[in-house]
């Protein structure tokens, strides 16, 4: 079945610095969706990419989608103690909508 | 519009007892999916639903039962509870739309089998 790897699994870092999130699938995605869920809350959704090498920003954060369309990333620049959580992302094989999530990346911003 | 929602948020049953887990949404999602979330290991989904009357098996659906008698309602179902089933759940619906799929979750149930 498809496999979705994420890494890496926890990231420190100190407030200010850069933070990257790294996604791959063992199989060509339809879309990636990308969720962040706090500490002791639910994943929220925060971006979906479908088309091949696309980029989308939202004001710190840049989502990647590869050429291949079996990658994904994701970039937080600057990082603030807001960004604290744990960043998922989500492959939808293509003829499918049903996502496998990848096992997370928690970011821990250290003031 | 409450979202999704889930009904008990905390839970603690002894080995070989039942439950059901309610989630509903007032989205008018077809998809509704269950998840199990477990330290270290992500989201891994258990049953999900493509619609009233439907549902099928996910990951992980070994110990699990679902029903989905109305779209806006999503049960799970544990027959005989399991120490291994201790996990937080989450109950997700989608709105499925060309290449639009967002999932969206409930608060979640923790739930703890002595």
């Known amino acids: 079945g498809q496999q979705v790897m994420q890494i890496p699994q926890y990231q420190h870092v100190q407030e200010g610095e850069d933070f990257t999130t790294y996604c791959n699938s063992s199989t060509t995605l339809s879309n990636i969706q990308w969720y962040k869920q706090r500490p002791g809350g639910h994943p929220v959704f925060l971006i979906q990419?479908?088309?091949?090498?696309e980029v989308k920003k939202q004001k710190r954060l840049t989502f990647q989608f590869g050429e291949a369309k079996k990658n994904s990333s994701l970039h937080i620049t600057a990082t603030q103690t807001t960004d604290v959580g744990t960043y998922f992302c989500?492959?939808?094989?293509?003829?499918?909508?049903?996502?496998?999530f990848g096992r997370g990346t928690s970011l821990i911003v250290h003031p | 519009n409450a979202g999704v929602t889930q009904t008990p948020k905390f839970r603690v049953l002894k080995t070989g007892q039942s439950m059901t887990l309610l989630c509903a949404q007032d989205?008018?999602?077809?998809?509704m999916y269950w998840y199990r979330q477990d330290p270290g290991m992500g989201l891994r989904l258990i049953h999900y639903?493509?619609?009233?009357?439907?549902?099928a098996k996910g990951e992980v659906p070994d110990g699990y039962n679902v029903s989905r008698l109305k779209k806006q309602n999503f049960l799970l179902g544990l027959e005989s509870a399991a120490p291994s089933q201790t996990s937080v759940y989450f109950c997700a619906s989608s709105l499925v739309r060309g290449d639009v799929d967002t999932q969206y979750f409930g608060p979640g149930t923790r739930l703890t089998v002595l």
């Open positions: 989205m008018n999602h077809e998809y």
């Open positions: 990419l479908v088309k091949s090498g």
């Open positions: 989500a492959g939808v094989p293509g003829g499918s909508y049903i996502p496998t």
């Open positions: 639903s493509v619609g009233e009357g439907t549902t």
